[in-house]
């Protein structure tokens, strides 16, 4: 069993920033893929590192704005999320992937445990 929590969320202003932490424990996480998601009108991928932290993968509406890095020591991965548009308002999902495939994906089939979630609100 794995439990993820995610933190950072908040209000931000349209062009500001906000950093997400998602915090494992339970089984090992240093050896898992790790991806974000969010959820506004529909549940969408945004971003996927590999176990080692070497990989990554956004999406296209974030890509150049958004960081995904993870800190295996400390059992979390990171979203630093910078210049913030209205549209990426959404509930913000952490998942797990324990599968053994060598691509790191974005179907959120491909990931076995979810976080409960954290709210980004960014005003115009």
């Known amino acids: 069993q794995v439990q993820l929590v995610e933190s950072g969320g908040g209000l931000v202003q349209a062009g500001g920033s906000l950093r997400l932490s998602c915090a494992a424990s339970?089984?090992?996480?240093?050896?898992?893929?790790m991806g974000w998601f969010r959820h506004g009108k529909e549940r969408a991928f945004v971003a996927a590192i590999s176990?080692?932290?070497?990989?990554?993968y956004y999406a296209d509406s974030v890509k150049g704005r958004f960081t995904i890095s993870r800190d295996n020591a400390k059992n979390t991965v990171y979203l630093q999320m910078n210049s913030l548009k209205p549209e990426d308002t959404a509930v913000y999902f952490c998942a797990a992937d324990f599968s053994s495939r060598l691509i790191l994906t974005s179907d959120p089939l491909g990931y076995d445990y979810w976080g409960q979630g954290t709210q980004v609100t960014v005003s115009s």
């Open positions: 176990w080692s932290g070497g990989s990554t």
């Open positions: 339970g089984r090992t996480f240093s050896t898992q893929a």
